[in-house]
């Protein structure tokens, strides 16, 4: 079916004088996630991933994505003309380096200049004119060879209350304004949909977790202009904006309306706007090219923001403790497939006040499913949950107070000394990344990726992160410097109910190696976006009722503040026989916290501390045999 449509596109190419086409997988507004109507790429190639692009010639098909998605990629292109071109793979060029190779002197590459933002759009320009070649933007020919085409949803849009958004749409065009005159701008061209959506404290109904509806705005010092499918706004919805002297508009009227402007000072970001539309300003217009103001502003939370964030991590955490609890009950135990999993935490979520909806598809994946960082189980397409494997679970749910996005790992059945040290790397590579942001203010999102991903560090001599990226580990800071820190490190937006163990990070241990608790459901709201956790004790401690998250940012600081003074520590006692007192079936034993099969990676005893200041709650933190406790501000037992 794939290369039948690729031949209708080819032909309709040489129709058209176009020697190269480029299909990406975004929309009109560079989104990550977008409706159907706009998934010309899988529609070509047959693949279903969120991210790729293809690039068609007459005689080249390729499908270029990364390593989240080589797997998948590899089976629904099997048959396809289609060739995968494994993005940072030796010998794999660059889409860039591969049209400047294969395009003719003089030659036309072709896209549809709304679906590829104007940085991307003005790098092609450049390249192509090296070549003497040129960009022809005007045609959507993928569309023009899908028949049957999914329209564009007219979107169900309501008013989110300014009890959850703190401010109010008149402050916040207010606030934008100012923005804009510092950068002398009298024009502001938004299209980034996470940005309106902010701007005008608008949502819209969804059933796959995506709430941003497509828009375009315009705004100047005395008006504000929102482009957008009106079809069935209510009265009551159109009477919001008419008392915020916002004017609705027809969704396509934004490419005639910036073709309009004259003579004025144009504020955009070249990533976010779309090359067609950046193609419309005329040239008596002076463009300033900064970051969307709005970006920083809604980058900054609010105390009402703030405090309905905890709410939901907290109506989160408990949907999520309850599902963790059945899956341990039931997973390899029962018959249970991937999709049903699924739609149980679903249901938990649906039990909480004020649930919306997904944050976005649920991976719910067992064993080597697991291995495909963006699985997506259906009923015509899945695994059983059966034995002795691990099981993700990656999803996140939609709140009237905040959105969540959480990934945890749990072990079903027997699992291998193999297992559990991959598993142990990976939380190494977690455990370092998060030290490494609580230290360093500003540390760049290239260097948080270094940190996380680089394991091989005193003799562990293994990576086992699938992401193409691992580079030496040259950055570690010196150990010595590391105890200093005590308590910095340990979760801090995590509270556990009195009997609910969470697992600390102690900032000083031996060379960065790996803290493995294996006693503990650890920090239901951390490490959230396509990570795994842990969960790998038999029957975890899951307090049905627990206050997950509710945010000891305050009580994590003066913990860290206080950590090392041997006063402040009221109660100490080993993890097991803590979890033995409170008569809770573990299923761990004291011997389990040091049985991992990782070479030098060092288990510690496991030790519960109160502290004076906050007697309720309870932090597990460790000891190393190499390491002396008083170095550590330990007491001895």
């Given at each position: 079916m794939a290369n039948e449509r690729l031949r209708e596109l080819r032909t309709l190419m040489k129709v058209r004088n176009v020697d190269a086409y480029y299909v990406p997988s975004s929309d009109f507004h560079d989104s990550e996630y977008v409706e159907d109507y706009f998934k010309c790429r899988a529609f070509l190639s047959g693949f279903t991933g969120s991210a790729g692009t293809m690039v068609i010639t007459q005689a080249f098909s390729g499908m270029w994505t990364d390593g989240r998605y080589f797997v998948q990629a590899k089976k629904e292109l099997e048959g396809q003309d289609t060739r995968l071109m494994a993005m940072g793979e030796e010998g794999v060029p660059t889409i860039e380096e591969y049209l400047m190779d294969h395009m003719p002197e003089g030659g036309v590459l072709g896209f549809d200049g709304r679906v590829v933002n104007a940085a991307q759009g003005r790098k092609f320009e450049t390249m192509m004119a090296e070549k003497h070649a040129t960009l022809s933007v005007g045609d959507d020919l993928a569309g023009e060879v899908w028949e049957e085409r999914p329209i564009l949803p007219a979107p169900e849009v309501w008013v989110l209350d300014v009890k959850y958004a703190g401010e109010t749409v008149a402050e916040k065009l207010a606030r934008l304004r100012t923005a804009m005159k510092k950068e002398?701008?009298?024009v502001h061209i938004l299209s980034s949909?996470?940005?309106?959506?902010?701007?005008?404290?608008?949502r819209k109904n969804s059933d796959d977790g995506n709430v941003l509806a497509p828009a375009f705005t315009l705004i100047t010092e005395d008006e504000a202009r929102l482009f957008i499918n009106s079809r069935k706004f209510s009265p009551e919805l159109r009477a919001y904006f008419e008392e915020n002297h916002v004017a609705i508009e027809k969704y396509d009227a934004i490419y005639d309306a910036v073709a309009g402007i004259r003579n004025e000072t144009v504020l955009l970001e070249p990533g976010k706007v779309n090359f067609a539309l950046y193609k419309k300003i005329d040239a008596s217009n002076r463009i300033v090219e900064a970051m969307n103001p709005t970006s920083r502003m809604k980058a900054v939370k609010n105390p009402v923001e703030m405090e309905n964030l905890r709410k939901a991590h907290l109506k989160d955490g408990v949907a999520l403790t309850k599902f963790l609890y059945w899956m341990k009950k039931n997973a390899g135990k029962v018959e249970l497939t991937e999709t049903e999993a699924a739609e149980r935490l679903e249901d938990y979520r649906k039990a909480q006040e004020g649930y919306l909806g997904p944050s976005f598809t649920t991976i719910s994946a067992f064993g080597s499913n697991a291995a495909m960082c963006h699985y997506h189980a259906t009923k015509e397409q899945e695994s059983p949950v059966g034995t002795d494997?691990?099981?993700?679970?990656?999803?996140?749910g939609q709140y009237y107070e905040g959105t969540t996005d959480v990934t945890r790992t749990i072990a079903v059945g027997h699992v291998t000394d193999e297992m559990k040290e991959h598993f142990t790397l990976v939380m190494m590579g977690m455990l370092?990344?998060?030290?490494?942001?609580?230290?360093?203010?500003?540390?760049?999102?290239?260097?948080?990726?270094?940190?996380?991903?680089?394991t091989d560090r005193g003799g562990i001599g293994?990576?086992?992160?699938?992401?193409?990226?691992?580079?030496?580990d040259t950055d570690i800071i010196p150990d010595i410097h590391r105890a200093k820190h005590l308590g910095t490190g340990t979760d801090q937006h995590v509270i556990a109910q009195c009997g609910v163990a969470l697992a600390g990070i102690l900032a000083g241990a031996a060379q960065g190696n790996a803290v493995v608790d294996g006693a503990v459901i650890t920090d239901f709201c951390r490490f959230a976006e396509h990570d795994a956790h842990t969960v790998v004790n038999e029957q975890p401690v899951a307090d049905l009722g627990t206050g997950v998250d509710l945010d000891a940012g305050q009580v994590a600081g003066q913990l860290a503040d206080e950590a090392r003074q041997e006063e402040t520590l009221v109660t100490v006692q080993k993890m097991c026989n803590f979890v033995r007192y409170q008569h809770m079936?573990?299923?761990?034993q004291n011997d389990d916290?040091?049985?991992?099969?990782c070479s030098r990676v060092l288990v510690p005893d496991v030790f519960c501390v109160c502290p004076k200041s906050h007697p309720t709650y309870l932090i597990s933190f460790v000891s190393?045999?190499?390491?002396?406790r008083k170095t550590l501000g330990y007491p001895e037992f």
């Open positions: 002398h701008a009298t949909l996470d940005d309106v959506a902010w701007l005008f404290n608008i494997g691990f099981y993700l679970v990656d999803s996140g370092r990344l998060l030290v490494q942001v609580v230290r360093r203010a500003g540390l760049a999102a290239a260097h948080a990726d270094h940190f996380g991903r680089n293994r990576q086992i992160f699938e992401h193409h990226t691992a580079r030496a079936e573990t299923g761990v916290l040091r049985h991992i099969a190393y045999p190499e390491y002396p």
